[in-house]
């Protein structure tokens, strides 16, 4: 099977999962589907990124720049490594991920390329 990053981001990310009326519920609901993910054999690992922490580089006038961590609403705030047949079918397992209605946010699913040396 082919293997996809989930990346969940969106604006409320931070806020939401430090409300502590909100607390229970999210991770209740995270436990659900990260449940159903290992059940189906989707589940291949998962990592939370800490909140707005971190450095950006990028490239100006030929040089690495190093700049703060932007807190925008496209912030990443963690990410899930699944298998499945097909993209149509990792987005379908993507749509039950509590960040999309719990935190007003957003889930990129990319496919996992894997990359061999050549020779």
């Not at 800490?50 to 925008?72: P, W």
């Amino acid at each position: 099977m082919t293997q996809y990053m989930l990346l969940l981001g969106g604006a409320d990310i931070d806020k939401r999962s430090g409300n502590p009326r909100l607390a229970e519920e999210m991770m209740g609901r995270y436990m659900k589907w990260l449940q159903g993910l290992k059940a189906g054999g989707h589940y291949v690992s998962s990592q939370k990124l800490k909140d707005q922490t971190g450095a950006r580089l990028s490239l100006r006038g030929g040089e690495v720049v190093e700049g703060t961590f932007l807190e925008t609403k496209e912030a990443v705030g963690g990410l899930f490594i699944i298998q499945a047949p097909s993209l149509e079918r990792a987005v379908q397992l993507a749509r039950d991920c509590p960040v999309l209605d719990l935190q007003n946010g957003y889930i990129e699913v990319r496919v996992i390329e894997e990359v061999r040396p050549a020779g």
